[in-house]
Structures are given as C-alpha cells and as structure tokens.
C-alpha cells in the first residue's frame, strides 16, 4: 500500500476497494470494544468537526464512552501544560497523571545515552507510567508529549485505549506539521516543496 502517494483517493470519493479485505472483514474486525469506540468517534467527528479543540473533543469522546477514570502520562517538560489539560479533564473526570520520570531511575541503570555525559539524568520510564495508570483502573490513557520511542513503549504497555493528545516537538513548539508546512524545513528535510509536487 502507498495510499499516501495516491492522488485520485477513490476509496474516500467513490468507495473504491484497493484491497482484498471485504465488508464482512471490516464488519468482523470491529466487534465489541472497538465498535463502541467507532461509534463514540463518529459522534464526535459528526457533531464537532471544525468546532472543537482536540482537547475539547477528547473530553466529549471521554463522555461517549461514559468513561470515569483518565490517565495522563506526560513528559515533565510540558509539567505546566499537563497540569492545566488534568485541570480541565477533572471537571467532568477522575483524572490521573504520571509524568515520565516517574521512580527516579538513572539512566547509568539501563546503560542508556545521556544528553550530558557524566551527569546525573533520570531516564523517562513508559513502561511504570503505563502500569501505574493501570493500577489506578482508569479507562482511557492520554499521552502528552512523550518521547519518540518513549510513546511507543507506553502505548505497547497500555490495556486500554490511548490517544495522543500532545505529539512532542520540541523544535516546532509541539507542532510536528510546521514540517510540513514550512518551506524552510521542506527544504532542509528534502521533502518537495508545492511547486514540485
């Protein structure tokens, strides 16, 4: 598959099947948990497209899915922000946090790669971010600038649903498409600028 190079998109305009996968496959894929979460992600593309915030529409999915507990697992650099996303998910939820530093464990434990050799670093620990919010029961994981990597670990630890609701760039202010969108960085990446596509 290289959907993202084609350009007539005949699946989303006409309902073209490029695959072998038939309806009933699609059908028997979403049974049970994850048809909930397709209807309740319906409802809140259907009812707040172009309306609301991400934030605002992870809370309204929350509330589809009568969900009560949330977890947040968040980088402690984005420490403020975490609080003031808690903030605003704890008026409608219980809400749980665990920043990614969570324990204390050097780096020097895991033979991991320092940013400055011969300093004390606390690695970022996923995997106890992820058990921990589990511990709590919570139903629903929302991850807020994890590391490249650091996200992956925890959404492979995760036995709920996790959404991203903070893609980490530190770079383009947490805003991974300024790539994209920039000339300047098209460039510099190599990626072909609108007047080469």
């Known amino acids: ?3 993202a190079k084609c350009i007539q998109k005949k699946c989303y305009l006409e309902g073209q099947n490029c695959t072998k996968i038939t309806v009933d496959d699609v059908k028997d894929a979403y049974t049970g948990q994850q048809l909930d979460i397709m209807k309740a992600a319906a409802c809140t593309e ?13 809370k309204e999915f929350c509330k589809l899915m009568d969900y009560k507990k949330i977890g947040i ?3 402690i650099g984005l420490n403020k922000e975490a609080k003031l996303i808690e903030e605003y998910l704890a008026k409608t939820f219980e809400v749980y946090s665990v920043c990614c ?9 895991l033979n991991l790669e320092q940013i400055k050799k011969g300093a004390r670093e ?3 620990n996923p995997l106890m971010q992820a058990e921990l919010l589990k511990n709590k029961e919570v139903e629903f994981f929302i991850t807020v600038g994890l590391c490249v990597g650091h996200d992956a670990l925890f959404t492979g630890a995760a036995t709920v649903p ?33 007047d080469e596509v």
Do not use: Q
């Open 1 to 3: 598959m290289k959907c």
């Open 46 to 58: 259907g009812r707040f497209y172009n309306n609301l915030t991400r934030l605002e529409e992870t």
């Open 73 to 75: 697992a968040f980088c």
């Open 101 to 109: 530093k969570v324990c204390g464990v050097a780096k020097e434990n």
């Open 122 to 124: 606390t690695m970022c």
């Open 162 to 194: 996790v959404s991203c609701l903070v893609a980490k760039d530190r770079v383009l202010a947490h805003n991974p498409l300024g790539a994209v969108y920039s000339r300047y960085w098209r460039k510099k990446l190599g990626i072909p600028l609108d």
